[in-house]
């Protein structure tokens, strides 16, 4: 069983940054494909950016490719998510996943654990 809690969320104009946290309670962490997701209002789940269990191979979604760096500490039972340059569409309630298999993250479809989510508001 695996529970993940975010942080890091809040307001910014856009340009600016923030970083996102989500620990993970555990002794199977560093085991997990973890990733984040976000849904902005009105919309649909997307997939935003995953790392596999050693953080070796990250992806990202076009839409923050270049702004959002994804890393993990298994450590400390971290995932993070570094946002620069944020702008407006960037807002939305941003949610932590995490499953044994990376190909399941990145769809997003049938992972094991997801977190409650942070908001990030990105003001013009």
């Known amino acids: 069983q695996v529970q993940l809690v975010e942080s890091g969320g809040g307001s910014v104009q856009a340009g600016g940054s923030l970083r996102l946290s989500c620990a993970a309670s555990?002794?199977?962490?560093?085991?997990?494909?973890m990733g984040w997701f976000r849904q902005a209002p009105g919309k649909e789940r997307e997939f935003v950016s995953a790392?596999?269990?050693?953080?070796?191979?990250?992806y990202y979604a076009d839409s923050v490719k270049g702004r959002f760096t994804i890393s993990r500490d298994n450590a400390k039972n971290t995932v993070y998510l570094q946002m620069n340059s944020l702008k407006p569409e960037d807002t939305a309630v941003y949610y932590c996943?995490?499953?044994?298999?990376?190909?399941?993250?990145?769809?997003?479809?049938?992972?094991?654990?997801w977190g409650k989510g942070t908001l990030v508001t990105v003001s013009s």
């Open positions: 790392i596999t269990w050693s953080g070796g191979r990250t």
């Open positions: 996943a995490a499953d044994i298999n990376f190909r399941t993250v990145v769809t997003g479809t049938g992972v094991d654990y």
């Open positions: 555990g002794r199977t962490f560093s085991s997990y494909t």
